[in-house]
């Protein structure tokens, strides 16, 4: 029942802030709707404390994985926005953030906790912090077409006015991508180190397209450093790169979990 209210009660903050923060006026408004994010995130926290830790041990089900990466992802821009301008991402991440305590909470686990040792908690923390940062560049990616179709058309947007100039925001994109890859290199290489079973038949499509993913984000951000890729070609290599993780991260585990 506690965790049933408390699921409830950060999504409706959640949802909440992201109406303040598409429809803020001002930067007060804006600050407004950063903190009722906040507050969602701390609940949500809270969420995650008591669906995770069982007395068999960590439960990282589907609907508490999902829950887990959205949290990752909110806390990520909540920390980037005390000294970037991308709270306006809130927008898109906050919605996201609610269908998944949503998801996390009607759900129920096909299996029990279990233990793990310190390398592969290690793996599970890094894969879900660069999971969480290249989804922070796909929303970027996403308001990037937004920004400059508006700009190109001269159309009035709330949203548009309160964004960052293309250029930070390119800027912007190419940080969290660097970023992401360093954890995503990180999470590959205890992969390879800690767990048994990374070609195993059930997962090896997860590990091929994780690997897929680390060359598309390695040749874009190559491209970007050395040949001055941005733009359109930017878009479509994180978008792409990303839509790879996606795969990877939730359909291997929704494919194991439900339909095997």
């Known amino acids: ?4 209210i408390v699921g409830l009660s950060a999504t409706f903050f959640y ?26 995130w701390i609940l949500q926290g809270f969420h995650l404390y008591l669906h995770l830790f ?13 829950s887990l990466t959205a949290w990752a992802v909110i806390g990520v821009i909540l920390i980037s926005s005390l000294r970037k301008p991308v709270s306006s991402l809130l927008v898109f991440a906050a919605p996201i953030a609610a269908v998944a305590i949503a998801i996390d909470t009607v759900s129920v686990p096909s299996f029990e906790g279990r233990q793990f040792s310190s390398g592969i908690l290690l793996h599970i923390v890094t894969s879900i912090l660069s999971y969480a940062l290249f989804a922070v560049a796909a929303c970027q990616a996403v308001l990037l077409i937004y920004q400059n179709r508006h700009l190109k058309q ?38 390879f180190l800690f767990l048994d079973d990374l070609w195993a038949q059930h997962v090896v499509h997860k590990t091929i397209l994780s690997l897929v993913a680390w060359i598309i984000f390695t040749i874009l951000l190559i491209g970007h450093y050395h040949l001055g890729w941005r733009g ?21 585990k929704l494919a194991l979990e439900f339909l095997l």
């Open 54 to 66: 069982t007395q068999a041990g960590l439960l990282l089900d589907f609907g508490a994985t999902l």
């Open 154 to 191: 001269h159309q009035a947007s709330r949203l548009v006015a309160s964004l960052p100039p293309l250029q930070t925001m390119e800027s912007l994109l190419f940080e969290v991508l660097a970023a992401g890859q360093i954890f995503l290199s990180i999470a590959l290489l205890t992969g």
């Open 15 to 40: 949802l909440f802030s992201a109406w303040t923060q598409n429809n803020a006026h001002s930067q007060q408004a804006s600050k407004r709707g950063y903190a009722l994010s906040f507050a969602a």
């Open 232 to 252: 359109r070609t930017a878009i479509r290599w994180t978008l792409w790169g990303f839509a790879n993780l996606v795969v990877a991260f939730f359909g291997t």
């Open 1 to 4: 029942m506690v965790s049933l």
